[in-house]
Nanobody
């Protein structure tokens, strides 16, 4: 089972940028589809972005499309979420997730999760 560790969260002012990183270990990285999810206080965890095993297909939640970019570096076993033009409503704990196999537009049914990293956007 792959293990995931997120980093890169923090406090940032609105309209600024952050890049989250997810380090994966313990599995054949290039065989996994990855996703980013987030959970704000008092709310359900929600899908943010996903990238296929080959990296050729990405998908985004409507609320972040055009502002966030998911990418992966198979040589470094890393997944990234570049977040630009941040808004206060992006404040949440962000989680990296993985599922073995090459899936496109996978918005659920992940079976490995990281511990999360806090992102706080001030107005």
């Amino acid at each position: 089972q792959v293990q995931l560790v997120e980093s890169g969260g923090g406090l940032v002012q609105a309209e600024n940028s952050l890049r989250l990183s997810c380090a994966a270990s313990g599995g054949p990285f290039s065989s996994y589809t990855f996703g980013w999810f987030r959970q704000a206080p008092g709310e359900e965890r929600e899908f943010v972005a996903t990238i296929s095993a080959g990296g050729g297909t990405t998908d985004y939640a409507y609320s972040v499309k055009g502002r966030f970019t998911i990418s992966r570096d198979n040589a470094k076993n890393m997944v990234y979420l570049q977040m630009d033009s941040l808004k206060p409503e992006d404040t949440a704990v962000y989680y990296c997730a993985a599922r073995r196999g090459n899936y496109v537009y996978l918005r659920g049914n992940y079976d490995a999760w990281g511990q999360g990293t806090q992102v706080t956007v001030s107005s």
